[in-house]
């Protein structure tokens, strides 16, 4: 499963990643406290700069994920420049930007197995209100394992009913994709028992 | 208890794996994605808690990075985002639509599920998630809301549509409609 | 003879017991008041399709309840007895995918001896040491999805053999592996120390066990030596196989 982390290793991924997610909690705080464009101005400049810290590649690939918010930009500058409020405009676009550039930055260069690591050390403390980290666990890897399986199934639908019909599938192929699904919900389950289960008690 | 973790575990699949399947089209010709869809249907069929944890866990397993969001998104990059009301909305959507489900005992489950969809998946996860893009946007409820209103008949159609796959689950796995167990 | 290998040997036969076992869905009768009671080293099990092998070797699993009648292995109540089920037996569906559960190699592997009670780093030793067993260290970081058909069987077989359990349980894995991927699960098989039980519709991977049951429709219809009783069943088959009457078909 390829997950989102930058195919270009740099140095912050070797950093802790709970202190990465712990900085972006701060630094997310902290823009929504400033209104001053020219220090929004200032601080998305520096989160450019962390990018091209990493190389050419890396920005590139970091620009292009913020493409995503161009009709949200379009709307907000339209709207402040009809209004005249030039300056709060900049501001929300640009906090908007820096916020989700930071958050795309910490997902970049943090390995999944490092967030999962992460997830389990904030569960721990919520076993007490009857949370299973083992279930927990369990589900994460199901999840991570079965969705490229169920896409290759979906695909697999879609294309066995082209080979009989000549119209694009409609969205009843949409139901023997879910029987399917719960039907491999099934065997997982019977998979997981053959193996023991969910434990009442599970040693870490 | 592990067909329960299990069944969660898969709709959080499915949930992906319907915003990542090639694009399915509606009758009408739209293509549509289909990940809402799953939303509502893993409230129509897991019922309120199963739902909302199946979708709690696919937007955890967005959130560390998978790309798992329609279009292959992910990361906490889109709970910066605009549009993160509406994410924080899908699980409300999928509880709120479980227990409707569960609930109402008369009826046909197509209807039923489809009304649910319509509440849950439109009227409260429109509520969330314009209050989100106001909040991001800087901007009043009402004005943030005019920019949704042309998803809206999308979403009925979709709804409808959960209810007539609901149905059609009722028939085929009536075993594993949890909503109604 | 030492007591070490006495102790090895009395292992080698575990204890079948069946008695009146019934399992019913929707009020058919799958399985039809099965008695039986033997020691297992290498047991084949044959029949039709649809006679209930899978439903028998789930029920002695103890992954399903039966709907009357006991069934135990060694004096176990395996559906009850969770915990010592897993050191009974460990099996094999006919479908790879149904059964592994991570997405990578090592943790599918580890998941099993963590759930017998292995810490987390006696789980990754031994997991390793298993796939040096199996001669393929180079599969650790592995993603099961990219594994081949044959491959992932191989797989679902190390995560049980490296459980130990006394039995393994074989429900058609083979079907659909070319020859030699077949031979060399079949050779890792041989070596196992446990006993084995081993659905399967091809006689030559059952010739050399010493016992063979043939269930048919929902009920044995002989148990005895292999060398006995798979002729008799072959010869069976091969009457059906060449009549005209299409009502023989498998129902
Ligand atoms: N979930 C189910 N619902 C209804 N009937 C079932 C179910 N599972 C199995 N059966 C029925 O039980 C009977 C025995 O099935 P079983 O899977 O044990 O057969 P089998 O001997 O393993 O066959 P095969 O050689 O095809 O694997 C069959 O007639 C089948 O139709
Ligand atoms: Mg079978």
Sequence with gaps: MISLSSPVKTKAHGWPAGAKLAGLCILSILLIAITSPLIHALFFSVVLFLYLLAGRIFFVSGIKKLFILWPFILIVSLW???????????TIVLRLLSAVALANLVTMTTKLSDMIDVIHRLAKPLTFIGLKTQALEISIALVIRLTPELIAKGTALSQ????RSPKRPNWKVVIPFIVVTLDDADHSAEALRARGGIQPTHKE | MERNLTHIALFAALIAALGLIPRIELSFGIPITAQSLGIMLAGTILGAKRGALAVLLFLLLVAIGLPFLAGGRGGLGVFAGPTVGFL????????IIGLIVEKTRIGPIALTATLASIIGGIVV???????GLAVKLDKSFADSAKLMYIFIPGDI?????AGIITAAIAKARPASLLSKQ | MSAQSENNKSQLHNNISCDALTYEIDGKNILNKISLETTVNRLGVVGRNGSGKSTFVRLLTGLIAPSSGKISINGIDLHKDRKSALREVGILFQNADHQIIFPTVIEEIEFGLKQLGHTKTQANAHALATLELFKKPHWKEAYCAQLSQGQKHLLCLMSIVAMAPKIIILDEPFAGLDIPTKMQLNKYLALYEGSIIHITHDPKDIEDYDTTVWIDEGAIKSLGETKEILPDYLHHMNRLGQSDDITELSR
Excluded: C, S
């Design chain 1, 80 to 90: 402040h420049l009809y209004n005249g409020q030039t300056a709060q405009g900049i």
């Design chain 1, 160 to 163: 066995a009913w082209r080979a």
């Design chain 2, 88 to 95: 924080l909305g899908f699980p409300i959507a999928a509880f």
């Design chain 2, 125 to 131: 996860l429109y509520i969330v998630g314009i209050a």
């Design chain 2, 157 to 161: 159609i979709k709804a409808i549509i």
